[in-house]
């Protein structure tokens, strides 16, 4: 089944505390991103991955790192968590029109 | 740079039509629509190309008038599966591909 994953599906952890968020997707898509869903905000893209070893910022990219070593793999990483970063993400991949999302990764930093 | 998405919220009963509209600032390549469950993640509706192409959804039309940047998405014969948010996505001339603008989104509830 076409599908993209996420883990973990929900998070709480304390300010300061490293943590990754693994995004991978079996649709061989080149393009994959990440989007933070914040309530009457919509949907923002944080950094968006063109193919591998190549990443850009999208919207809001302050306090987050991305890599892009395997084509399949786009994890998202917050080397030092604050509460501002309290939201709901997802992670997406795209064919050439339509983007495919991830489930979700409820993300609680107290 | 955000689009605009008007209404912010509608409420209709089953049947009824609804038009959802987006507009931006910036010359579009490209509007995306998306509805989103609650709960659930966004699924792609259809897309609206420069030039008059539009690839998606069989049951839910749209338009897009390149010289105004702006698009519409039309809800016809609402059923109650019809009820989520909807948002618009929007991709520049300059920056296919890249950076992808989500609206703030527009809240349908369709009652029995």
């Known amino acids: 089944e076409a599908q993209v994953t996420q883990n973990p599906r929900y998070l709480i952890t304390v300010t300061g505390k490293k943590l990754t968020v693994t995004c991978s997707q079996n649709m061989n898509h080149e393009y994959m991103s990440w989007y933070r869903q914040d309530p009457g905000l919509g949907l923002r893209q944080i950094y968006y991955s063109m193919n591998v070893e190549v990443t850009d910022k999208g919207d809001v990219p302050e306090g987050y790192k991305v890599s892009r070593k395997e084509k399949r793999n786009f994890p998202l990483i917050l080397e030092s968590p604050s509460p501002n970063q309290t939201s709901l993400y997802f992670c997406?991949?795209?064919?050439?029109?339509?983007?495919?999302f991830g489930p979700g990764t409820r993300l609680t930093v107290t | 740079q955000q689009p605009v998405q008007s209404p912010q919220a509608v409420i209709l009963r089953e049947g009824e039509d609804a038009v959802i509209n987006c507009s931006s600032s910036?010359?579009?390549?490209?509007v995306h629509w998306y509805r989103q469950k609650h709960g659930e993640a966004p699924v792609f509706l259809m897309i609206l190309l420069k030039g008059g192409e539009q690839k998606g959804h069989d049951k839910i039309s749209a338009s897009f008038n390149e010289k105004k940047q702006q698009s519409s998405l039309y809800l016809t014969a609402s059923q109650l599966s019809y009820s989520g948010t909807y948002f618009c996505g929007t991709e520049g001339r300059d920056n296919y591909g890249q950076n992808f603008v989500f609206g703030p989104g527009t809240r349908l509830s369709v009652l029995p």
């Open positions: 997406a991949s795209r064919k050439r029109y339509e983007q495919y």
């Open positions: 910036k010359a579009l390549y490209s």
